[in-house]
Each structure stands twice: as structure tokens, then as C-alpha cells.
């Protein structure tokens, strides 16, 4: 069978699971709708929010990241992980006690006040269209390099998919529907990885697999790998490049951003009980931890396969490849143009080292070469794995799966509580408040429907800076969702003028930042780099003085200004018990 | 012992188990994995070098091990304050 017949069969089982689910669960209620009628056992939220959770970038991109930036990579690793004790311990239990069915809900009902409910609906629109973009790209990328078909077919096919389940289903198909999308994400993921580092290492275990040695020798995998890198000319990869408050301000914005993230959120509000979803947060991070674990040793062992592809001596001691001789999957990815070689010196060979480095350009001189000849998109080292490593078709098939369930799980996560923040918090609570449980579900359908064009139209036409405002969406969520909705937890005496102060001058502070360097919409007002950072902060980090000024300008405020009415306190004792949480409410 | 006071009780001893659970949660990843690096890196366990292997693994283990502590010390501190559900 070629493999391209394959592929089209496992991703065609894939797509005949999905749909099936959708089919079976669908909403009959907006309770279905919106929180899945708060009846998903908590194991299976844990799976729906880990295949939430994990993107394209996290299945396709995140290993690649690492690969090149050694322990600087770091900072996604623990970023992303360490927001779900967060989440765990300051938010979802709490939340899940209030018992309604959006974020900006929450934050209308505790500061007492529209506005706020509306400030809120804005960083959730904005956060979560910016997320579903880069989404609906990575469905159209990974269909188009694996089925062969255009992107727009890609996307086309991608969007028809997440149509019927999540406008049929709601919360309830998106849930089940990403039960099933976790299983073939973590098997396409883990499978080649335990392949490579048993090849390598003789440990099929990947974790342990990277703190062995190589086989065959009295060598640790690491160690190698640094060597055989400073050999040309690159920094260890143990050691990180970053300043430490850098990387310091980084994990702590990602770790912050992902538990203010809303569509990561609102999965705590599907559980039955409050207990559940402090339970459910740590089954979330398990699934999650098996792919983020692994991660950093496909990462570093990929490189290290790469690296002696290139130079088959180990050293640059000896002759570089050459370019006639090089492997079949070389000539593959050339095609893709993940992979680029330009003879610089013209020797027929390539050479692949680090001429960024100034210690390093005599020794590269007297060698007679003329520049880095090999260029590699990072997104290589997940996609091209199997075929470096010699595994077989079905493989191969599966990482396309993978990824196109990675992709689709976000994206409907995404559309959801987008249709949502429209139907529940504009549409019902501003608008039409007397709406029927029945128009407000299809009004919902309706949003879930619209976002899905915007969200396929972003897709195809991205506008230049999707990538780069990805920053942007945990910036923003660490400064303007997460302390609003903390101090409404933690303090009784934070009140509607404090809220709303803090999160609009933590929102425009950090909007602010991050368009003075990276321009966006113009040309930046100043260059990228350290020496200018406000405190030696890039703009990834910056939400977290972003953070740090929403809470004190709403302490401050707060301080001038009236005390919350008495409801509200008696409110806030209220979520801060788990006895009373019923079943799905909507006022 | 008054609903209240209970309550509060509770509250309490709830925000110190928090407070708890944070400190680790900061030691082991901008710790060990951050602040400390450097001089941990000059630890080897197995082949990772220390300050390396708990920025890349470590803090993640210890994380996942922390909610579900806290979730279970969470369950019984309901039952003594008598807050659980049903």
C-alpha cells in the first residue's frame, strides 16, 4: 500500500470517529451547549482539556523550538505546565462553584456591573480569535503537506469538520469529539519517539532515554550533543543563551496566560462537582505532561541525529555531506522547502555550523567555508522524525493524523467560547434578555457558525502577524483576565471601579509593549532587542508587569472608591465553600 | 463552633495548604529551574545535569504530583469543616 493511500485511510478513520460522536452527543439544551450539561467525569475532562490545550504549534512546533534553543526551550516546558497548579488551586474550583456558564459572566456577576462583563468579552475575542487563526493555518498546512491537496481544500475540509460537531454539539460533541482526538495526538506523538530513543539510547522510555548514554559507547546523550554542537560553533545545549530575568518573566507570563486563557478555562465549568474539577486539573496536566516530557527528548535527540546526518565524521574535522549523497527524506522536505541548501563555496558538500558566532569565524575561514549552507525550519524535527529515523509508513500516517487532531481540538475549543462570550454575554444578557432557552441555543449555533468563516477566512489569508501575535494571547490573558478574576476569588474588598481600571490599564500597558517593539499594524517603534527592553523584559514576558500593574492600579482604586455591596460579599463566601454547587444554571 | 467561625476556619486553613503548594510550585521550577540553574547544573543525575533536568522534567513531575496532593488534602479539609458536597 503507498503511503499516500494510507494516510488517506487513517485520516479517514479519524474523521469517521469524529463525526460519529458529534452525531451521538448532540446539545438539546444551551447547558449542553455551552458547558456539556456539567456532567463530564473528570478523567475524560482531563483528556478534552489536554487535546484543548495541546495545539498544532504544541504537536507540530514545540519539540523543533526546543531542539534549537536547548534549555532556553525551557520556558514553554514549564510555562505551559505550571499554569494548571494555578488553574488548580486559585481558579477552577471556585469557578466551578459559581456555576454559570461564561468567564465574562463571572466577572459581570462579582463586579456587579455591565461594563466589566463587556471589557471582558473584548480580551476573550480578541485572545481567542488570534489563537484560532494560527488554528485553522495549521489544519491547511498539515493537510496540504500530507493529503497533497491545496491549502484552501485543507482548510476547506478542516472547517466542514469542525461545522458539524460544534455547531451540532456544543460543549457536549467538542468534549467527547477531543476525548477521541487525545488518544490519536498521544499515540502519533509518543510512538516515533520511543522508536528514536530506543535506536539511540537503548531506552525505549524517551524521559529516561535523554539522561542515557548513546549506545554502544561510555558516552551521556547530552554530552554528546553539546560536543558535537560547540564543535560548530553553537552554544551548549544544557546551557541557555537568554538573560535569567528574561526567562524568568517568560515562564512566569505563559504559566499565568494559560490559567487566564478562557477557552482552557471554561472546561472546569463541564464537571459535576467542585471537587471534581480540582481533580480534573491534575488529569488535564498528567495527559498533557506525557507529550511535554517527551517533547524535549525528541527535541534534543532529533538534533543530534540531524547534526550527525550532516557531518557523518562527528566532528568538523572530517568531510561535510555531500549534497549528491544526501538521505532520501532530505530530498523530500528540500521539496517542501522545510529544508534549504546553498552551496556557498561551492565544494558540493554542506556545511552547517553557526556563522552567527564572531569566535567562531576564523576557524570556519581556515576551513574554507563560506557561511551556513543548510537552513531548517524548526517544524522539521516533529514532521520529518519518522523518515530520519527509517520508521515505517503507518507511522508516518499517523503523525498526519496527529496533527490535524491537534489543530482541530484547539479550534473548536476556541469557536465555542467565542459563540458563547456572543450569544450568552452580548446577544442574551445585553440585547434580547428575554430570550428562550431555544433561541438563545441557535443563536449560539449561529455564532459557532460565523466564527468558524472568520476563523477560515484568518486561516487562508493570515494577516502578516499571526505568529507574531501569539504572544499576544497569553500577555494579554496574564494581564487583563487572570487578576480580575483572582481578586474576585481572594478579596472582597476589590470593587467594579478597581476591576475595571486595573484590567484596561494592564490591557493597554501590555497592547502597548508588545506593539512598540513588533509594530503589527506599523512599522515598531524601536528595534527588538535587549538593550531596549524595559528591564531587560522582551515583549513574551512583558505580561507580567502587565499583571503586576492590574493588581495595584485595582488595589488602589478599589481603596478610593466604595466598598462592593453587601450581596456581593455574601457572594464571595459563597464560591469559597463547595457545598450548594448544583447542576447547570444560566441566572 | 458558630457556621461562621467554621467557615472561616476553613478559609484559613485552606489558604495556608495554598500557600504551601505555591512555594513548592516557585522553588522547583523558578528555583531549581531558573535561579539556580548554573549551580546545579554542576550536579549530574544519570546523564542530565541537575538545574537542566528540573527545568525540563523535574518541575513538570513535581507539578502534576502537587494538584493531585492538593485536590486530595482539599477533599478531607471539607469533610472536618463539614463544606463537602452531598
Redesign the interface.
Known sequence: MSLQLMTYLVVGFTFVVYIGIAVWSRASTTGDFYVAGKGVHPIANGMATAADWMSAASFISMAGL?AFLG?D??VY??GW??G??LL???LA?YLRKYGKFTVPAFIGDRYYSKSARIVAVICLIFISFTYVAGQMRGVGIVFSRFLEVDILTGLLIGMGIVFIYAVLGGMKGITYTQVAQYCVLIFAYTVPAVFISFQLTGNPLP??G????VSGESV????RLNQVIQDLGFGAY???SKS?ID??CI??ALMVGTAGLPHVIVRFFTVP???DA??S??WA??FI?IL??TA?AVGAMARLNLVETIWPGGSPETAALAYDERPDWFRTWEQTGLLGFEDKNGDGRIQYYNDANPDYAPIAEARGWEGNELSVDRDIIVLANPEIANLPDWVIALIAAGGIAAALSTAAGLLLVISSAVSHDLVKSIFVPNMSDKGELMTGRIAAAVAICVAGYLGYNPPGFVAQVVAFAFGLAAASLFPAIIMGIFSTRINREGAIAGMLSGLLFTFGYILYFKGVFFEPLAENVPENWLFGISPEGIGVVGMLLNFGVAFVVSRLTAAPPAHIREMI?DI??????GGAHSH | MSQNAS?EA??TA?LKL?AG??AV?FIV??GL???L?EPL?SFQ?????LG??F???G???T??V???F??WR??KL?REHD????
Open positions: 526546543i534549555y526551550g525551557s516546558l514549564m505546565t505550571g494548571y497548579v488548580a488551586l486559585l474550583p524521559q529516561l535523554l539522561g542515557s548514554q551521556y546523550m547530552l554530552e544544557t546551557d541557555g535569567m526567562v524568568f515562564t512566569l462537582k467542585v471537587s480540582r481533580r486539573a491534575g496536566l498528567l505532561a511535554y516530557t524535549p463566601e469559597r465553600v463547595p457545598r450548594g454547587a | 467557615r476553613y478559609w485552606n495554598m503548594c505555591l510550585w521550577s523558578f529551574g531558573i535561579l540553574v547544573n543525575l544519570f546523564g542530565y545535569p537542566f533536568w527545568a525540563q522534567q518541575a513538570i513531575y507539578f502534576m502537587l494538584i493531585f492538593y485536590a482539599m477533599n471539607d463544606v463537602h458536597e452531598d
